[in-house]
Nanobody, 115 residues
Framework: VQLVESGGGLVQAGGSVRLSCAAS????????MGWYRQAPGKDRELVAQ????????TYADSVKGRFTISRDNTKKTVSLQMSSLKPEDTAVYYC?????????WGKGILVTVSS
């Protein structure tokens, strides 16, 4: 199983960036997909989650209205569109795939938001 994140980097406050995660080795359409983040010195937290069919999404309060999660079950990808970025959004962002007791993670990608 592989989850490979892409699209991170350095962005100015107020800017936008789109993260993508490509999955392989799983029946992608069965999995709940999520994006988590971990800032320096802090615990990993859920940013956004999308149901297997894409019809239901969940967001952390801190990103509601600014971030949008989406998925393409044909391409086996999940994306996170991040807008109006703030310095406090700086973190390593992780892609996750979950199905019952099965739980897979990507290696993470750094997003740095400069003020």
């Amino acid at each position: 199983v592989q989850l490979v994140e892409s699209g991170g980097g350095l962005v100015q406050a107020g800017g936008s960036v789109r993260l993508s995660c490509a999955a392989s080795g799983i029946v992608f359409s069965l999995y709940v997909m999520g994006w988590y983040r971990q800032a320096p010195g802090k615990d990993r937290e859920l940013v956004a989650q999308i149901s297997s069919g894409g019809g239901s999404t969940t967001y952390a309060d801190s990103v509601k209205g600014r971030f949008t999660i989406s998925r393409d079950n044909t391409k086996k990808t999940v994306s996170l569109q991040m807008s109006s970025l703030k310095p406090e959004d700086t973190a390593v962002y992780y892609c996750s795939a979950r199905l019952s007791a099965l739980d897979y993670w990507g290696k993470g990608i750094l997003v740095t938001v400069s003020s």
